[in-house]
Structure formats: C-alpha cells, structure tokens
C-alpha cells in the first residue's frame, strides 16, 4: 500500500469531501499546501462522454484571463514575411527549413509550435517527432493560422489547450499557488465555461460530472460544478 507523508497527510485532514464553491476551494488549496516552491495548481474535470467515439471527443483553447504564471518559449513555422511578424510578435525561434532540420537533429527547447498554413507540408516531416510530445501544430488547437501576432501573444499571454484524455478526463493547469486568490478563481471560471461551451453534439446526459482542483503536492480538492457555472455566467 502507498504510504503518504505526514505534510500530506495533515493536509488532507483539512480537506472535506464536500464540494466547494470555487471561492472556498481557492483558499483552502492556498492554506493546505506545504511545499517550499511555487506549486503548480491543476484541475481535473471527468466529462460524462466517450473518448472512443470521435464525434465525442472534447478539444478545445481558453485564454486564462490571469495567465499561467509560466514563461512560455514559442516556436514558429513560417517564412518570408509572415516570419518577420513572428519575430516581431515575441517568437522565441522561427525558421522554414532551416528550424525542420534543427528539430531532427534534437533540439527542443520550446513549449508550444505554431506554424503558418503554407509551412505544414514541412512540418508534417516531424510528425513523430512533435506527436508524441503534443507539440504537432494543430488548427483545433489554434496553433496553425497566419494570424501569427494574435496567436503568439495569446500563447505567451495564458493560453492553454484543453484535451480529453482515455479516461474521458480533462488535465489543466491554471496557476501557481502565489497567485491571489481572485486570479485563480477567474482562471478556473473561465476553463470550465469553455470546456462546458465545448460540450459536443453525441454526449448524452450529465456532462461536466465532476471537478478537483490541487496544487502539484497538496490533496484534490472537489469543486461545486454549478456554482462554478454560474461564476463564470456572472463573470
């Protein structure tokens, strides 16, 4: 049996298996957490849907009204023009060819790819490369457009991408915990809004079934789905 740490374990204590309202759930993950570093604060929803069926998969981008509170290295597919908008947007690499071939021979230091349309069919040769790390420009997830300005300055300003895993569970991050409590609370509104905005036309019945916020070390704590809805509504 897992054992837990006595940090852990205490701060477990404090956490009732109740929901919460969002403005309950937000400071007492801020009051229960005990690691040293700024943790991350994640989200975990389970939806009411499918994942073997495609036309219930859930996908979709949110920008985080307050940000990650992630530096975030941005690589650009593109050329001519359309490159001289990236580099002046805040694009930390941009390239055609020159970037394909530098990827191959195993450079990876950024977190997110955007690639103009015109510039897949050399992208498509990292297929494998970029797939297997969820780095694959995709036009769901916005990463491929030629309306790089917007694009970068999203991403670089709290855009995050939401996917539906095997386990028709969705796993986001929306903070640190330094943040003030009403950042992460916008934060978390405005994710779930768009998750439930994203509810597709196959799923049948309950759809957003539950929702648990933790920070990277702390207990999951279980949040009120209406009552967040409705903040979000209000908002």
Avoid: C
């Avoid at 309950?206 to 949040?223: D, E, F, H, N």
């Amino acid at each position: 049996m897992r054992k837990t740490g006595k940090k852990f374990a205490a701060a477990r204590q404090q956490v009732s298996e109740r929901p919460y309202t969002i403005e309950e759930a937000i400071p007492l993950l801020q009051k229960v957490k005990f690691a040293k570093f700024d943790e991350t604060v994640e989200i975990a929803m389970r939806l009411g849907v499918d994942p073997k069926h495609a036309d219930q998969m859930v996908r979709g981008t949110v920008v985080l009204p307050h940000g990650t509170g992630k530096s975030v290295r941005v690589a650009v597919f593109a050329q001519g023009d359309k490159a001289q908008e990236a580099l002046r947007a805040g694009a930390d690499e941009v390239g055609g060819e020159d970037l394909v071939k530098k990827i191959e021979a195993g450079w990876l230091e950024f977190d997110v790819a955007l690639a103009t349309p015109d510039s897949m069919g050399l992208v498509g040769r990292l297929g494998k490369i970029l797939g297997r790390r969820g780095l694959m420009p995709n036009p769901k997830a916005g990463t491929i457009t030629f309306d790089l300005e917007r694009a970068i300055k999203e991403v670089k300003g709290g855009r995050v991408e939401f996917k539906l895993d095997k386990s028709a569970i969705i796993h986001v991050a929306v903070g640190k915990s330094s943040f003030e409590a009403d950042a992460l609370v916008g934060n978390l509104a405005a994710l779930v809004d768009s998750v439930n905005r994203a509810r597709p036309a196959g799923a049948k019945g309950q759809y957003l079934k539950s929702l648990t916020i933790a920070s990277t070390m702390g207990p999951g704590i279980r949040v009120d789905i209406p009552q967040t809805l409705a903040a979000a509504a209000a908002a």
